[in-house]
C-alpha cells in the first residue's frame, strides 16, 4: 500500500475546494508540534511531503496526499497555537467540523497525541467533536523514543482510562516514534485494515 509514491494531490482552505468523495480517507490530527508532520513522512516514506518546522499553526487548511489508489492521507492543520489570532482560529473550527460532519469517505480520524505530554485539554475538545461527529478515532501517540519504558506504561494507562469514560469504544492506542519508526508498521497495518472494511 505505501510502497508506491505519495503525493501531494489537494488542499482546502474552504469545503468548496475539498476533493471528490472517491479515495477512502485517513486524516490525521493533533497539536502544533505534536510531530504530524514528521510521522506523516515516516508513514509515506517521503521526507518531503508533509512539511515539518513550519511556523506552527501557519497552515490553515486540509492537505490531501494520495497514497495508493484508492486512499488519501488528510493532514489537518495542527491546533492550539496561542499567534493564531481569533479570526483564524473560528475559520479553522468551521472548516474542521464541516469536513467531519459531511465526509461520508472518511474512515478515521488519528488523533496524534505527544507521548510526553498525554492528553491535554484542546486534545479533549477534539476528541468531544469527533464523538459528537460520530466520526471512528484512534489515539496515536508520537515521540515515543522521548520516554522511558515505565513512563510510556503510565501515560497508555492514564490515556486509556480517559477513554474509558468516552461514549465510543476505542480501537487500541498506537505508540510511534519517527525518529527510530517504531509503531510505523502497526500503523501501516491498521490503515491497511481500515482499507479492507
Ligand atoms: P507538526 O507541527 O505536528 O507537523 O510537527 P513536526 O513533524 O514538524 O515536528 C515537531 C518537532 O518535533 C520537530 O522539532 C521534530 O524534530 C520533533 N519530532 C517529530 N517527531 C519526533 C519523534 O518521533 N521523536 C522526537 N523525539 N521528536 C520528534
Redesign the pocket.
Known sequence: LFAGAADFYAAAQTLDRLPPMEDVEIAFA?R????????INALTGRNTL?R??HT?GRTQQLNFFKVGPRLSLVDMP?YGYAAVEKAKVEAWTRLIHDYLKGRANLARVFVLIDARHGLKSLDTDVLDGLDKAAVSYQIVL??A??LKKSEVANRLAGIEAALARRPAAFPQIILT???DDSGVPELRAAIARLLAE
Open positions: 493533533g502544533s508540534n505534536v510531530g504530524k508532520s514528521s510521522l508533509a515539518t518546522s506552527p495542527g508520537t515521540k523514543d522521548a516514534s519517527s525518529r
